[in-house]
């Protein structure tokens, strides 16, 4: 079996705010983990810092929930591309926990790229393709 390979990954801590009353991580903090991952990824591929002019938009998110995670622990969030459309495209995500490797979460999540000026999903360029094989490769 071969290892599944992210070319970009992130680190993030548990705070005290991202806990409910059982004393870990909340289900749905898990999902801005997942942003905070596509910021970074989507940084790395474009160099956009100004968000405003990102048109990406989030369609489907699916959070598999592996082992919790507690106050003060980091966490490393893996991101890769698994599949591009026409439109849209998806992401596979791991996040797992620095201190002992292990696995909290898997996630995929669907984005499209989005014309706010036509109000409607647009093709994904060529040159934009490129860039994600590019980066891609580097995993």
């Known amino acids: 079996m071969t290892e599944t390979v992210f070319p970009v990954s992130t680190t993030v801590r548990a705070r005290f705010r991202d806990t409910d009353a059982m004393g870990h991580v909340n289900n749905a903090v898990y999902s801005s983990y997942l942003e905070e991952a596509r910021v970074v990824y989507w940084r790395e591929l474009t160099g956009l810092e100004d968000f405003t002019k990102v048109d990406l938009i989030l ?7 592996r082992s919790p995670a507690f106050v003060g622990e980091a966490m490393t969030v893996n991101i890769r591309l698994s599949r591009i459309g026409g439109s849209s495209f998806d992401f596979e995500y791991r996040i797992i926990d620095k201190k002992t490797d292990r696995l909290v979460v898997e996630a995929t999540s669907t984005q499209c790229l989005y014309d706010y ?3 409607r999903v647009k093709r994904i360029p060529a040159d934009l393709k490129e860039k994600i094989a590019t980066l891609e490769a580097r995993g």
Do not use: D, F, Q
């Open 59 to 65: 369609a489907k998110v699916e959070i598999n929930y």
């Open 117 to 119: 000026e036509k109000g």
